[in-house]
């Protein structure tokens, strides 16, 4: 048995579905063939300027378009880099209300003010549904018909050296990982979502990370969507120096097309020009426009054809350790299977991520607030630069520990946290502020 028919019979006896296998067939295919999906440099074109959503005003057709939207946030994440073991969606963000209570804020307002359907769909995991759909009880029920949840594959994980799955009786659950968010164009066609959305009048859809509460479905952006004739849309901010491992948008110079790069897409020897933010000046967001006729049509000729990533990583520790890759795709990438893409430069408003404790702590703090509507907005006239020490701050049982009260930032530039320390309660930051360990 070759390794190829090894992995997709493990996925039969598990079960997945026909569509599941070929979308990973066709995949690890490549990846058997040594296919590397890297991005040299020499290839690109950087960008230098793009709309900007300033120039954007309101219309009185807002409503109608956002009427033909819905929306969907990626909630398959458990935020195992900050040591979390349920859905970050269900953490209190800010006020006591998790990211789920925001989130269904915003649509809320949305519907009320536009009397508008707006269904909101979650893409959940094997690691977020249960706990999910208990937290949303009866808050989201179907909206026009449209499932509030939708659940994403899994594929098996390889040893790096054979490419044979791998077997690990101790806990067989982590024979499988995600198979990455791009994914989510699969999961549309395999679950008839993407036809039940067309056949219910929809012609767009908003998809944004269920961790950034920015991303709301903005009907202003709707509307300049709509209007481009685009297939597909992504937000963007400039990048800062703390984005210089983000993924970036560049374009082609062989035919002008747009692609957005990962860091792992990255030859080696061209790291300085990604990591070079005067250079390439725009992030991804992951806050995307789809249109739904135009992904059917993509489909209809074959499917969208995205560059893998091959993600490594260790199981298993000490001697028991072995090398394995999980065989991934970006859904931002998909913006070079389209015939006409454009991108819409976004204040850091739209984009405010949670993928670090310091995040985090920033987020519960003063220098936000939270409208009726639930838009997060910023209070302080710069958003505070949070530093803690990996060491001691990267894991929310330990943040909880050393973190019993979140300090006000509302005056602070920064914050910085070193050494074996914690942030006492009532504590006010102002300026650039350190807590340092003597």
């Known amino acids: 048995m070759n390794e190829e028919s090894a992995a997709i019979a493990k996925m039969r006896r598990a079960g997945k579905s026909e569509g599941e296998i070929a979308d990973f067939a066709r995949?690890?295919?490549?990846v058997r063939a040594g296919e590397r999906t890297l991005i040299p440099e020499r290839i690109l074109q950087p960008l230098t300027s793009v709309p900007n959503v300033g120039s954007l005003t309101p219309s009185d057709n807002d409503g109608d378009v956002l009427g033909r939207t819905a929306v969907l946030k990626l909630n398959g994440g458990i935020g195992t880099t900050m040591g979390l073991d349920g859905p970050k969606s269900l953490l209190q963000a800010h006020g006591g209300q998790t990211f789920l209570d925001i989130a269904l804020r915003q649509i809320v307002a949305l519907r009320e003010r536009y009397g508008v359907a707006l269904p909101f769909i979650l893409l959940n995991s094997n690691a977020t549904a249960a706990r999910t759909e208990a937290a949303l009880g009866s808050h989201n029920a179907p909206t026009d018909g449209v499932p509030p949840t939708v659940?994403?594959?899994?594929?098996?994980?390889?040893?790096?050296?054979?490419?044979?799955?791998?077997?690990?009786?101790?806990d067989p659950s982590l024979e499988w990982a995600p198979p990455g968010h791009g994914d989510l164009y699969g999961v549309l066609i395999r679950t008839g979502l993407l036809d039940l959305l067309l056949q219910r009048g929809?012609?767009?859809?908003?998809?944004?990370?269920?961790?950034?509460l920015g991303a709301v479905p903005d009907p202003t952006i709707a509307t300049w969507f709509a209007g481009t004739g685009a297939d597909f849309a992504a937000e963007v901010v400039r990048r800062t120096p703390m984005d210089t491992k983000g993924g970036h948008f560049a374009r082609r110079i062989s035919d002008g097309g747009i692609v957005l790069r990962e860091l792992a897409q990255t030859p080696e020897s061209d790291l300085p020009f990604f990591m070079d933010i005067t250079r390439h000046h725009f992030l991804n967001t992951n806050n995307l426009w789809l249109n739904l006729a135009s992904l059917k049509e993509v489909y209809a000729r074959g499917g969208l054809q995205l560059p893998v990533i091959v993600?490594?990583?260790?199981?298993?520790?000490?001697?028991?350790a072995i090398p394995v890759i999980q065989i991934e795709s970006a859904m931002g990438s998909a913006i070079g299977s389209f015939a006409h893409s454009e991108l819409l430069e976004?204040?850091?408003?739209?984009?405010?991520?949670?993928?670090?404790?310091?995040?985090?702590?920033?987020?519960?703090?003063?220098?936000?607030?939270?409208?009726?509507?639930?838009i997060v907005?910023?209070?302080?006239?710069?958003?505070?630069?949070?530093d803690l020490d990996p060491r001691y701050f990267s894991r929310f049982e330990d943040f909880v520990a050393r973190v019993p009260e979140t300090p006000s930032l509302l005056g602070a530039r920064s914050l910085t946290v070193r050494g074996d320390t914690s942030i006492p309660r009532g504590y006010v930051a102002t300026g650039d502020a350190e807590i340092i360990e003597n």
Do not use: C
Request: charge should be positive; hydrophobic fraction near 45%.
């Open 346 to 374: 976004v204040d850091n408003t739209r984009f405010i991520p949670v993928k670090r404790m310091a995040d985090l702590m920033l987020l519960r703090s003063d220098a936000f607030e939270l409208s009726p509507a639930g």
């Open 377 to 386: 907005k910023d209070r302080a006239p710069v958003r505070p630069i949070i």
């Open 202 to 212: 929809y012609a767009h859809l908003f998809v944004a990370n269920a961790d950034n």
């Open 311 to 320: 993600n490594h990583k260790t199981l298993g520790k000490g001697s028991q």
């Open 27 to 30: 995949a690890f295919e490549r």
């Open 151 to 170: 659940l994403q594959s899994v594929v098996p994980r390889l040893n790096a050296d054979t490419l044979e799955p791998i077997s690990w009786p101790a």
